[in-house]
Every structure is written in structure tokens, then in C-alpha cells.
């Protein structure tokens, strides 16, 4: 008896471990360089199916191959997203002081409020999972607390570290005058800045969140994920890094589902979406 109930079990845990294990790699996914790609790969797999269906032969066995040596290319396509994935797996927080994230984000909008206001030029990556070590060329170690005053001092006009990005985790600056890897794109308008290529890819290539500040408009813009959002308000810029800094990774915590969100911070949540749907 207890071998038919377990022949039944079995496969229902099996099929819900490999349904959740897909939706959070396509939600993962979604949004990244690679989600085409994803795509892509599921009109082959339907066109696999169908061509099975209807006895293409031919067909079917030309995909049947291109299977064969999916799993290779997939890996190739998707390195960044794969590196970044299980980056995320094994540096997870289980706490975080809310209170503390939400002072680091002060710090963070306050800064390009002020440089926006005197159109001082800003490069700024804020940390996450993956170590920016790797990515970044060179740089001058600071290992300071970082507050408005401390960044305005570096991004100041002629300053010695002044040319380059600042590298800043856990509300700590790490270090200044960072070379940043620049995008590889073709699409992007040929009047867009170093800067604002800079903040692209290194966010190509990281989790971290690039803040920029434009020297000549005073614009301020943040790059995520390969993603470059430009001409932000100041209120737009702290909702997006409250919902990367707080409401994600509160989302990503172990104990998140025995918690109810805060009002205050669904209603940040809600603005940051309306956010992204209307950029300006």
C-alpha cells in the first residue's frame, strides 16, 4: 500500500520542484538581454512539437539535433544571467536593517539632488551580490562612510579622483576614480555620454545599481540590469532603490512569506512600477 501511495507522491513533488524551479528562472530571466532569447527558445520547442505531430520527419530530426547541443549554447547566451543567479544563491542575506537601507538611500538621492542642482558630473554603483572586483579596472581604495559631503568631495571639479566611478556597499564607499566597463551595444544614440555607457555596462555585467548624474544637462538616470532609465525626478530615483534595496530583497528573504508589507511600502512599491511603466 505504502509503495502505490509513494509511486503517486513521487511525481507530483517532482513536477512542483521543477514548476517552481522554472517560473523563478523565467521571472529571473525576465527582463534581461537574455529574455528574447528565452523566447526564442520556446517557439523552437512548440515548432519541435508540432513538427512531431505531423510527421515532418525532416523537421522534426533537424531540431531534434539543434536539442542535442542546446544545452551548450544556452549556457554561452545566458553566462551573465547564470553568473548572477547563483551569485545571488550564495551570498542570500537572511537580515537586513531596514532602517540602515533606507539611510544609504537617502544618502544615494540626496547626492545626485545636489550634484544634479550644480550639474557636477556622477558616477555611482551601489553594490549587491556580486562583487564588482572583477568588473572594475583599477580605482583608489577610500573604505569610508558615505554621505553627501564625502561624494560631493570626489566628483568635485578637478579633484584628483574626481574622473571615474565610486564603488559604494552597505553605505560604505569602497573605493573612487573606477573605470567601468563600457556597453558593447550598437542601438544606443551616438550622443549618449562615457558615463551613461559606463553605468550600462557595468550593469550588463553586475546586479549592481549604477546612478549617474549628467555634467552637462544635470539629468539624473540609473542603470539595472542592462537597463538605462534617464531623466529621472528625485522622488522616481528613491522609489526604484527603495524597491531594489528594501522591497526586493525583503521579498528575497527566507522569512518574507510570514511577514505582511507594510502599507508605506506598497505604496512605494506602486509608485516605483508607475515609474518604470511612464519614464520619463
Known amino acids: 500500500m505504502w509503495e502505490q501511495i509513494g509511486s503517486y507522491w513521487?511525481?507530483?513533488?517532482?513536477?512542483?520542484?521543477?514548476?517552481v524551479a522554472i517560473y523563478y528562472a523565467l521571472m529571473f530571466v525576465r527582463g534581461t538581454r537574455g529574455w528574447p532569447v528565452v523566447i526564442g527558445f520556446g517557439a523552437v520547442v512548440l515548432l519541435t512539437y508540432a513538427t512531431t505531430l505531423l510527421g515532418l520527419e525532416v523537421l522534426s530530426h533537424l531540431l531534434k539535433t539543434f536539442f542535442a547541443f542546446s544545452a551548450v549554447v544556452l549556457l554561452i547566451i545566458f553566462q551573465p544571467e547564470v553568473r548572477r543567479l547563483l551569485a545571488e544563491l550564495g551570498n542570500q542575506r537572511l537580515f537586513n536593517t531596514t532602517q540602515r537601507e533606507r539611510q544609504n538611500i537617502e544618502v544615494i538621492v540626496e547626492t545626485a539632488e545636489r550634484l544634479a542642482d550644480v550639474r557636477i558630473g556622477a558616477l555611482i554603483a551601489l553594490?549587491?551580490?556580486?562583487?564588482l572586483s572583477e568588473a572594475v579596472e583599477s580605482g583608489v581604495p577610500v573604505n569610508c562612510t558615505a554621505t553627501p559631503e564625502m561624494l560631493e568631495t570626489i566628483f568635485f571639479p578637478n579633484n584628483a579622483v574626481h574622473d571615474g566611478g565610486v564603488i559604494i556597499d552597505e553605505g560604505r564607499i569602497i573605493k573612487a576614480a573606477c573605470i567601468f566597463p563600457l556597453t558593447q551595444r550598437q542601438d544606443l544614440q551616438k550622443s549618449m555620454g562615457t558615463r551613461h555607457r559606463a553605468a550600462l555596462g557595468l550593469s550588463e555585467e553586475t546586479d549592481a545599481v549604477v546612478v549617474v548624474v549628467s555634467e552637462e544637462t544635470g539629468a539624473i538616470s540609473y542603470a539595472y540590469k542592462g537597463v538605462l532609465?534617464?531623466?529621472?525626478?528625485?522622488e522616481e530615483l528613491r522609489s526604484f532603490l527603495t524597491s531594489i534595496f528594501i522591497i526586493e530583497k525583503q521579498s528575497?528573504?527566507?522569512?518574507?512569506?510570514?511577514?505582511?508589507?507594510?502599507?508605506e511600502e506598497a505604496s512605494v512599491e506602486t509608485a516605483a512600477a508607475k515609474s518604470e511603466a511612464n519614464p520619463s
Do not use: C, Y
Not at 507530483?12 to 514548476?19: K, N, R
Open 127 to 131: 553594490e549587491q551580490s556580486i562583487s
Open 10 to 19: 513521487r511525481p507530483v513533488v517532482e513536477i512542483m520542484i521543477l514548476a
Open 252 to 263: 528575497k528573504s527566507p522569512f518574507s512569506w510570514f511577514k505582511r508589507k507594510p502599507r
Open 229 to 234: 532609465k534617464r531623466g529621472l525626478t528625485v
